[in-house]
């Protein structure tokens, strides 16, 4: 069953399967349909559950399940939109529709590094136990983490809080998808710290929960259309 609350100002809404609502220190469970959201509100998610939170038409950003979302700054003038979110922890895909406005921006902040999206779609996991993993799903514009351009079919992982801005960047396999493939990505972020090549495949056990999870919710919403 789907429920829906907005973000104000104005027109962003959302839609919300089972997912928590932190709004000056309380919380709502699950979040209610015509629930109002606002800038420096926490949204939360349960396990096995998502939420969708949508700006406007073709920019949203899904939040996977187990994940804490903060609203920092919702903004719109014309065409010039300015969102920044922050994510505690978890994993998100952003889609972000071409911003015409040069002065425009969509940007989610993970563990201290940022990424700037534009016309793109974006995965993000983390921070989880130190590190951060950013992939450009696909994107007419590329993504930008720090001083890190990433080209579709790339992703890119962090130590965090930031130290060294070196770019690791690293392919990402989108055959899976793209909770997969940046659940593998920051899996190829835990070796490359750690140096170990024994352990299983990237993502081998956490990408293949996370994929079944998102598989029920699309089918939960598909059901309730």
């Known amino acids: 069953q789907k429920t829906a609350y907005e973000i104000r100002p104005r027109d962003w809404s959302s839609d919300v ?30 396990s096995a559950s998502g939420a969708l939170i949508t700006f406007f038409t073709g920019t949203e950003i899904e939040m996977g399940d187990e994940t804490v979302l903060v609203v920092d700054r919702v903004s719109r003038q014309g065409d010039r939109i300015d969102v920044s979110l922050k994510q505690v922890l978890g994993t998100s895909v952003s889609r972000v529709q071409a911003l015409a406005d040069a002065g425009a921006s969509f940007r989610v902040d993970a563990g201290g590094a940022i990424a700037l999206v534009r016309g793109s779609e974006l995965a993000v996991h983390g921070p989880e136990d130190g590190l951060v993993a950013f992939v450009n799903v696909e994107s007419t514009a590329p993504i930008v983490v720090g001083q890190c351009t990433i080209l579709p079919g790339m992703g890119v992982w962090f130590e965090v809080p930031i130290e060294n801005r070196n770019c690791n960047f690293f392919r990402a396999e989108l055959k899976s998808g793209p909770w997969n493939a940046v659940l593998e ?21 956490q990408a293949g929960r996370v994929n079944e999870t998102r598989s029920e919710s699309r089918k939960s919403s598909k059901d309730s259309e």
């Open 185 to 205: 990505g920051w899996t190829t972020a835990e070796q490359g710290r750690q140096g170990d090549v024994n352990r299983k495949p990237a993502g081998h056990v």
């Open 17 to 46: 399967c089972s997912s928590d609502l932190h709004t000056d220190g309380t919380a709502i469970q699950p979040a209610p349909t015509g629930t109002v959201v606002y800038p420096t509100d926490e949204i939360r998610t349960l």
